[in-house]
């Protein structure tokens, strides 16, 4: 409450970054926790408990994420088109809270995937119109600050959740189905912070009620937002679920109960990094950023092909969460730049769309590569993508394609 308070008194804080901006961060926060309890448990629940295979796993990992990137073009549209982002965003987290207990009910796989499936076609729904509130409330001097403080929240929540799991499996030895219970009420809580603290912030634009023309939106697309969606895919080409880094750590003699812990790390150097690195993409290029997010991609990728030891674990988590602070606020900033200002969710909406084709093809990848050969294959493959996108990226930077 003295949040809310605080905030109500001033429409911004000192940083200039909105009050919205803040409460979205916290619900996104709450949401994360609630769901990295879930997520930090399930490769081992999915592979002990119901004896999924790899390919079962990465099918499910990547499906899911990629249905999250993919329903984002359809909230971003309908959003453009109607407006009231608001009740969009609420939608999308309610659905992934409704599907919380489907995953404590589970007894086979395709009740897994069903229900990840729809958890993560929640978070797709409620992206796109969030990230465009965001780009309508914010000046663009902060705006960099402004993504990057809502991803470091969101962070937060992802090491919060699996921190919360690992001591929940102290008192519950071994049991899943109670932590997923537990994890319903601070998805609960996001819900209710969503209803009585995120304001309605339409502006006066009239919204046109009919089918968006997607030839119309490329058409008036810049050349950079073209490039950028490039690389968004080709970065999404090197970057698989977080479940392969899981089972690397259990396959590298990290007990099950720490096994948390590896989210943990890489999320509390994601929350660390990202509010001080989006403040510093409002003052340099952007693509240098994402340059600086690939190299890191690229060591960590390599630390975990090569070395299968609980110190390599813990070096490739760091370097992966310094990836993750170098490049998703900052995506994020580049899209709400160069889209059209009529067109700021669907361009989020696409982006993410394309992003996530790549994603699914990046997870079946990881798993066949997994389950036919080894896991430093997985891991190489997605340094030689990390590779190939830093390559593209220069290019475009030499030719002033992208900034």
């Not at 932590?179 to 919204?207: D, H, M, R, S």
């Not at 674990?313 to 606020?329: I, M, P, R, Y």
Request: proline content about 4%; charged content about 15%; some cysteine.
């Amino acid at each position: 409450m003295f949040i809310f308070h605080r905030f109500r008194l001033n429409k911004q804080s000192d940083s200039g970054i909105p009050r919205t901006v803040w409460v979205l961060g916290f619900v996104s926060l709450l949401m994360d926790i609630s769901s990295e309890m879930i997520h930090a448990l399930l490769p081992l629940f999915m592979s002990t408990t119901l004896g999924a295979s790899a390919v079962w796993i990465g099918l499910t990992e990547g499906v899911g994420e990629s249905a999250a990137l993919i329903s984002k073009v359809f909230s971003g549209v309908i959003a453009d088109t109607f407006g009231k982002k608001k009740w969009l965003v609420f939608t999308g987290y309610a659905l992934g809270v409704l599907s919380k207990p489907f995953f404590a009910l589970a007894t086979c796989m395709p009740v897994v995937f069903a229900a990840r499936f729809f958890d993560r076609i929640g978070k797709g729904i409620r992206g796109a119109p969030r990230d465009a509130i965001v780009a309508e409330v914010t000046a663009e001097s902060v705006r960099g600050a402004a993504y990057g403080l809502r991803q470091s929240l969101d962070a937060a929540g992802a090491f919060i959740g699996p921190a919360l799991a690992t001591i929940l499996l102290m008192f519950f030895t071994e049991n899943y189905r109670t932590v997923f219970w537990l994890a319903l009420i601070p998805g609960l809580c996001c819900l209710a912070l969503i209803l009585f603290g995120v304001e309605n912030v339409e502006t006066e634009k009239q919204y046109v009620k009919e089918p968006l023309k997607f030839k119309a939106f490329f058409l008036q697309t810049s050349l950079a937002f073209k490039c950028l969606l490039v690389i968004g895919v080709v970065f999404s080409l090197a970057r698989f679920s977080n479940a392969f880094m899981i089972l690397r750590a259990a396959d590298s003699g990290v007990p099950a109960a720490l096994v948390p812990l590896i989210l943990v790390g890489s999320n509390l150097v994601f929350a660390a990094s990202s509010y001080p690195l989006g403040k510093l993409a409002d003052r340099i290029p952007s693509s240098k950023l994402l340059a600086l997010g690939l190299l890191f991609l690229i060591a960590s990728d390599c630390v975990f092909a090569l070395w299968q030891t609980p110190y390599a674990v813990a070096v490739g988590v760091a370097l992966f969460g310094l990836h993750l602070g170098a490049s998703q606020g900052i995506f994020s900033m580049m899209v709400a730049k160069l889209a059209p200002d009529a067109f700021k969710a669907t361009a989020f909406g696409v982006f993410n769309f394309l992003s996530g084709l790549a994603t699914l093809m990046a997870g079946l990848l990881a798993g066949f590569l997994w389950e036919l050969y080894s896991p430093a294959y997985t891991f190489a493959a997605g340094a030689i993508f990390a590779l190939l996108s830093l390559l593209l990226l220069t290019v475009l930077m030499r030719r002033h394609l992208i900034g």
